[in-house]
């Protein structure tokens, strides 16, 4: 849908915090415009706040950066398919 509309973008799964892959966001950071964190909860603490400490550390590329977060319902499998088809 991105791409639709002119967007190009990745995702990169981060499924921890620590340990953090800095080579992954550095790889990222470096080849890509910026980088947009989207977390389902505060994004103060969180993979964002992790992140930012990557990309502003001694010897990485600058780049864009911007954390969201977004409000998304809980439910059963089902539900949720539903809800979200």
Do not use: K, Q
């Amino acid at each position: 849908m991105l791409a639709a509309e002119g967007v190009s973008a990745r995702v990169l799964n981060m499924s921890t915090l620590a340990p953090i892959d800095r080579e992954a966001i550095g790889r990222r950071g470096r080849a890509d415009l910026g980088i947009v964190t989207v977390e389902e909860h505060s994004i103060h603490g969180g993979l964002g706040s992790a992140v930012a400490e990557v990309v502003v550390a001694p010897n990485r590329s600058p780049c864009g950066f911007s954390r969201a977060r977004v409000f998304a319902p809980t439910g059963s499998t089902a539900w949720l398919l539903e809800h979200f088809d």
